[in-house]
């Protein structure tokens, strides 16, 4: 099974509260929707109204054999925190692709398991 997420949390960030204009996720919706009809098993967590601990708890009851995860400059702190939570749970069988945002910032990659 494939998870599909992002790591922006409406609840925290406060700015955002009050604009409230949050955005769908739609790279991860497309993607999963293409990678359904080429016959993966996907499922996508959308986190914008979600929390980490909901996420969390999702990855700690029956990790997915693949994460992956879009994440940007502002996200990148949560994107990190959701991976090293994933590979602390199974490293041996983990399968974690990020967005390229995320590779400009090398010294930040959990034991350099980013593929």
């Not at 909901?54 to 700690?60: G, P, T, V």
Request: glycine letters at 10%.
């Amino acid at each position: 099974m494939l998870l599909l997420t992002h790591g922006f949390f409406l609840a925290e960030d406060a700015k955002e509260q009050k604009v409230m204009r949050p955005y769908p996720p739609l790279g991860i919706l497309y993607l999963s929707a293409y990678l359904r009809r080429k016959g993966f098993e996907v499922e996508v967590y959308d986190s914008t109204f979600g929390s980490k601990q909901e996420l969390f708890s999702i990855l700690d009851r029956g990790a997915p054999s693949w994460l992956g995860v879009y994440g940007n400059l502002l996200t990148r702190a949560n994107v990190l925190e959701i991976v090293e939570r994933r590979l602390g749970r199974d490293p041996g069988e983990s399968h974690v692709h990020l967005t390229s945002g995320i590779y400009l910032y090398p010294a930040n990659c959990v034991r350099g398991q980013f593929f």
